[in-house]
């Protein structure tokens, strides 16, 4: 949980800051983004202080749109919550709005895709994406799976199922 909030805390770096972690990552984001996070030097108490510091701030990373850090909070929330057991449901229209903005991210920052003719659509609210066979499942469970997370029984982690 501590990396998972050490990446949040670095939303508003400046760009220079991660020059030379993109070059130590070798330019591969993924890498990139888990080497930032658990090299942090920030403590517990540090990262906390900087996420608050976050309320009502409207910055972020330098190329990003506003839907980034709406992405991720409310996948991140999930990382945390779900392996608890703790459910913690995503607002639907924010699920949306995330699941539509993952799928017009360009390649190769948006790394997952739905398989070919598959539409996803979501039980929740009124959204479906794609064509062909219809893969029907609440929104933030479509969120997560555009984001690469493996579905999770919930609870099944904490040992509640």
């Known amino acids: 949980m501590r990396d ?19 070059v130590r990552a070798g330019f591969r984001y993924d890498t990139l983004v888990r080497d930032t996070a658990v ?3 920030q403590t517990r108490g540090e990262i ?3 996420l608050r510091g976050f309320v009502g701030s409207r910055r972020r990373v330098a190329f990003l749109s506003d839907l980034e ?19 913690h449901p995503a607002p639907l229209e ?9 799928l017009s991210t360009p390649r190769p920052i948006r790394r997952w895709a739905p398989p070919a003719n598959v539409r996803l659509v979501a039980t929740d609210i009124d959204w479906a994406r794609g064509s062909g066979a ?26 509640h199922g």
């Open 69 to 87: 850090p709406l992405i991720d909070v409310l996948v991140h929330t999930q990382d945390v919550c779900l392996p608890l057991g703790i459910d």
């Open 39 to 41: 090299r942090s030097p």
């Open 94 to 102: 924010a699920a949306a709005a995330a699941a539509d903005r993952v």
């Open 48 to 50: 906390v202080d900087t």
């Open 4 to 22: 998972v909030a050490a990446h949040l805390a670095l939303a508003q770096v400046p760009l220079r800051s991660l020059v030379w972690p993109a």
């Open 134 to 159: 219809e893969v029907p499942a609440p929104i933030q469970e479509h969120l997560l799976a555009l984001t690469g997370r493996e579905p999770i029984a919930r609870g099944a982690a904490a040992g």
